[in-house]
């Protein structure tokens, strides 16, 4: 099984401030890595899929990168509904072994 | 607009069998694979199950397997999980969710159903 690590735990930013999530995989996934927006009480987003394609709707200030086993979530200027916890997933190995990272909430500081 | 409504959840005792259903609406049911994916209490997500668009292909996360069965009916738009032998550790809210063909990333995804194992 493919794990996720996502870092750091809790991202403590104000808005307007730059927001980087990191998701390290424990071997190559190519470029097969998606991003996910949750918040409380609702279903998780796709934000980014294949490292670095926003998903339909999804705002410019959102940008993916990485390849391999290293990948960043960036939010360029954080506005106030960017603060929830974020997952990364992987499908390298699909349709099996879909695995997900343990989440990075960005919180208001 | 897609339209992903799970139910079926509550409370069961350990060892006990829930069915899970989702309906959907808003596109063309019998052309996605469809999956299911659960987060316990405060916990991540975890796959749990896929099925393809016509049931020919079905697979399980190790930690359900031989326990949980996916199934479709097409003709009612209709996603469900048989979910025997449960556990404690199977307490979570279980959404429905659709991936795009020849992806394996979850586009859209149900509101979640809850389900609690405990005596």
């Known amino acids: 099984e493919i794990v996720l690590t996502q870092s750091p735990a809790t991202l403590s930013l104000s808005p307007g401030e730059r927001a980087t999530l990191s998701c390290r995989a424990s071997?190559?996934?190519?470029?097969?890595l998606a991003w996910y927006q949750q918040k409380p009480g609702q279903a998780p987003r796709l934000l980014i899929y294949?490292?670095?394609n926003r998903a339909t709707g999804i705002p410019a200030r959102f940008s993916g990168s990485g390849s391999g086993t290293d990948f960043t979530l960036t939010i360029s200027s954080l506005e106030p509904e960017d603060f929830a916890v974020y997952y990364c997933q992987q499908r390298s190995n699909w349709p099996r072994g879909i695995t997900f990272g343990q989440g990075t909430r960005l919180e208001i500081k | 607009e897609v339209q992903l409504v799970e139910s079926g959840g509550g409370l069961v005792k350990p060892g006990g069998s829930l069915r899970l259903s989702c309906a959907a609406s808003g596109f063309t049911f019998s052309s996605y694979s469809m999956n299911w994916v659960r987060q316990a209490p405060g916990k991540g997500l975890e796959w749990v199950s896929s099925?393809?668009?016509?049931?020919?292909?079905?697979y399980y996360a190790d930690s359900v397997k031989g326990r949980f069965t996916i199934s479709r009916d097409n003709a009612k738009n209709s996603l469900y999980l048989q979910m025997n032998s449960l556990r404690a550790e199977d307490t979570a809210v279980y959404y429905c969710?659709?991936?795009?063909?020849?992806?394996?990333?979850?586009?859209?995804w149900g509101q979640g159903t809850l389900v609690t194992v405990s005596s």
């Open positions: 294949d490292a670095s």
């Open positions: 071997q190559s996934v190519s470029s097969y």
């Open positions: 969710a659709r991936g795009r063909p020849g992806s394996g990333y979850y586009y859209e």
């Open positions: 099925i393809s668009s016509s049931s020919s292909y079905i």
